[in-house]
Every structure is written in C-alpha cells, then in structure tokens.
C-alpha cells in the first residue's frame, strides 16, 4: 500500500521494478476492492451541509455571502460547484485504496478549460487550484464524474447520466495504463493541445473561442470584462456589484496593502520572471467577484502598465485552508498561496509563468497570476449528448495525466486492471451521490427561505 503521512508530498516509487510496482498496486485490491467504489450511503452522523457552509462562511467577506448562496440556489449543479467542502467531508467516508496524489481538489467539469503556454500554445488542463491538497486520487475522480451526473439532470436520463460518469472513469484508467507504458520524462511533459477545430469542439470549445484565443497569441487584444480608463493616470472601470474600488477612507491602506503584496509576490517569482513584472508599475487595483466557490473570499485584479502604456491584467485570490486538509492531513506549506501554486506547478503539463504568491491585504494568504492568457471556457450549456461523452472523456483523461505527475501510474494502473468493474462503480457512485447533490440543494434553498441563510438583494 502506497502511504503518505499527514502533511508530506506524494511518495515516489518510480526507482523499484516495474515488477514490484505492478504487485504493490495489485496488492491495493486487498485493502480497497474496485466493486467498494459504488458505495454511497449516507452516515447517520453526516453534518448539516449548511452548518458546513456556514463555518466556511465565518472567513470569508460577510458583505458577499448572500451574492454566494443566491449563486448557488441557481441549481444542483452550481450547489455543487460551491460545496467542495461538503463533498469532502462526505467523501472522506468512503473506500480508498490509501494511495495518494497531489490532488486537484474541487474536480468538476467547469474546473477545466483552455489556456496558453509559456510557448505560446494552447493546450487543455484542469485550470482551478484553490482546494489543491495531499489526499487520495478516488476524491478528485468521484468528484469529477458526479459532477456530470448533476450537470446533465435536466437533460440525459438516468442511463444517460451513468454513462458519462462511467466514460470519465474509464478513460481515467485507460489513460493511466498508456501511462504505464510511457518513459517518465515523456509522461511528465505530455500535455493535451488545443491543435484544430475539431479537437477544440471535442473539448466544448466552440470555433470563435478557439479563433479569439488564438489572435490573443499574436496581437495582445482588449479583456473583455474588464477595461480601464486610459490616460495619464490609468484606472480600473467599475462594474459593480462585480468590480469595485474600496470606499475612499479605506482606499489609502487598501494601496498600501496591495504595494506590499506585489513586493511581496515579486519575491516568489523566479529572477527571469521577476525581470519581466519590473517592467511594468502597479497602476491601479480593484476587488473583483469570481467563481460561485470563491465567493466571499478576498479575490481582485491588477492594472500593471508599462511606460508606453501597454497594459498587464493580473489577478489576485485568497488561498485558504484547502478544503481537503479536514480530512487529508494539513498541507506542508504553511502559507495557502504556496500551496495553491505548488500543487498547480505539480499537476499542471504548463503553468502560468507569473503564478506566485504573497500576503496579502488584512495578512490574508493570496496567490497571484495573470487574469487571462488566452484562456477558453467548454460551453456545456450548448452541449449535445455526444459531445458531453467527448468531453466526459477529455476530463478523465486530462486528469489521469495531472494525477500521474505525483503518483505512480504503474500502481495505479495494476489496481484499476483491464476491466470495466471500476468504471461501473464509479458510475453507480456519481448517480448516487448526484441525487445526495439535491437533496443539499434543496436544504440550502429552504436554508435561505428560512433564513438561516443570508439572501442576496433582488438587483444582485
């Protein structure tokens, strides 16, 4: 059994026999057999998913909570989005072989998408860090087949739902076996790029997406949603309630704040790209709202202009205590923003070159990166069947390939064997634990009739 104590980095098995290897991930099916993965039954002494979301809320920015919860009643599945934290309890009382990776850590299907490289090509990877953690690789795989169970309710049938959640099993383990078989420094620098059209629709990226990013690689182009007032003295455009400038009493220290955090993120950066930031000055900064899991949290962008007024997006989020950690051990690094690029660095084929970290403004944990990089988002609200099973199966093997950077495919691929008997019990987990998804919903929608919840305002 592959074991890791609280707090450590994966371990690595790559120096033993490929023989040796191959019976230690067999020998996992004695501790964890691949039927057991079908289990969902919920514990009598489950917590109050709401008392969950409550205590989460007691760190995060009180004025945003009710912003938080209306996004979240919007549906099952953009509940689900924002309950990593359930989800993690709940999956910490289910079968696990022991094994453990650097795991991605709030897994679901809007959590990948398409970006550029260092290189300047597009590629498609998992894209969210913020729950980045130690734990075991069955949490992030039950977590990303679920979610397709719970994104198509309203639109497959049960056997429909089924089959998307067992695709991304199955081309999970698939992947892991062609793993097994690929030189190490071949495996560490697989990537899946975006090369044609017809890839990109496999992905649920859409031909205009794809024809947008690609001119961002050529001709640096206007964000969309954001832009600011040019001239001698740069500035943000508000767009409140999403985009917003701190109160005047409170805009000097929030400067101050924001001056020492970008000294402090510089820092963080490696000489080459520390060089590159310099060439730019802090210009202005404002709070931004992102994401439905994020919200609450301290997250905001960063105008950075040259002296020919070229401008640099950056933006900044609050890494907090991973939602993992509860249950998976602490994380090694006592600062989040590390933990977050750390754990990005590691599962990621090509990462943000300005990813870094520092502390941020009220000693808040924050990690750093550009706001966007010619990033394109899968458009599962248009998606048809046959493209969710594409895409279902671009996920899992998109997640093989980041799991197998910290963990060892050979094990990993003797335990899933050649079989359906996995897959199958992935997808009797995600249907069961789809339907535990709106039961919590429900709660959380009567949480807020009651009022146990804060509602967010009717203009919001």
């Not at 917590?47 to 009643?73: A, F, H, N, T």
């Not at 977590?143 to 719970?150: I, M, W």
């Not at 009797?428 to 998804?437: K, N, S």
């Not at 709106?438 to 009567?446: C, K, N, R, T």
């Amino acid at each position: 059994m592959v074991e890791t104590s609280p707090g450590a980095l994966p371990p690595q098995t790559h120096t033993l026999s490929f023989d040796e290897r191959t019976a230690r991930g067999r020998a996992l099916r004695e501790h964890c057999s691949r039927r057991e993965h079908a289990a969902w039954d919920r514990p009598s002494h489950r917590r109050d998913p709401i008392e969950i979301l409550i205590e989460q809320g007691e760190s995060r920015l009180p004025d945003l909570l009710p912003l938080r919860y209306e996004r979240m009643k919007a549906s099952p599945f953009a509940f689900l989005r924002g309950a990593a934290a359930i989800m993690a309890a709940d999956l910490a009382e289910t079968p696990t072989t022991g094994a453990v990776v650097q795991s991605a850590g709030d897994c679901h299907c809007l959590n990948f998408g398409g970006f550029a490289t260092p290189e300047r090509r597009l590629v498609f990877d998992i894209n969210d860090y913020d729950e980045t953690a130690v734990a075991p690789w069955e949490w992030d795989l039950k977590r990303l087949a679920t979610s397709f169970a719970v994104a198509t309710r309203d639109r497959l049938d049960k056997k429909g739902r089924t089959e998307l959640a067992t695709i991304v099993a199955r081309t999970y383990r698939e992947t892991m076996a062609a793993l097994a078989e690929t030189p190490i420094l071949d495996a560490w620098y697989r990537a899946l790029t975006v090369d044609d059209e017809d890839k990109a629709a496999a992905m649920g990226i859409d031909a205009r997406s794809l024809r947008k990013a690609g001119s961002v690689l050529v001709h640096a182009v206007e964000i969309a949603s954001l832009s600011h007032h040019p001239g001698p003295v740069p500035r943000i455009k508000d767009e409140p309630p999403l985009v917003h400038h701190p109160a005047p009493a409170a805009a000097p220290a929030f400067q101050a704040a924001v001056e020492a955090m970008m000294d402090d993120y510089c820092t963080s950066l490696i000489p080459e790209r520390r060089t590159l930031v310099e060439r730019y000055r802090l210009a202005d900064a404002a709070y931004k709202v992102v994401g439905v899991g994020s919200v609450g949290t301290l997250c905001g962008v960063l105008l950075m202009v040259s002296g020919d007024g070229e401008a640099l997006y950056l933006q900044f989020k609050e890494a907090t205590r991973s939602v993992l950690e509860a249950q998976a051990g602490p994380s090694p690094y006592s600062h989040h923003g590390e933990r977050v690029v750390r754990g990005q660095r590691l599962l990621q084929a090509a990462s943000d070159i300005l990813l870094g970290f520092a502390t941020g403004p009220t000693g808040r944990h924050i990690y750093v990166r550009q706001l966007r990089d010619a990033k394109v988002k899968p458009q599962v609200e248009t998606m048809s069947p046959g493209s969710f099973r594409r895409y279902a199966a671009i996920c899992g093997e998109v997640l093989a390939r980041a799991h197998s950077r910290t963990a060892d495919a050979v094990i990993l691929s003797a335990y899933l064997g050649k079989s359906t008997t996995f897959d199958e019990a992935i997808g009797a987990f995600a249907l069961a634990y789809a339907r535990q998804t709106e039961l919590d919903h429900a709660s959380l929608v009567d949480a807020i009739g009651a009022g146990r919840l804060p509602a967010a305002a009717q203009d919001s």
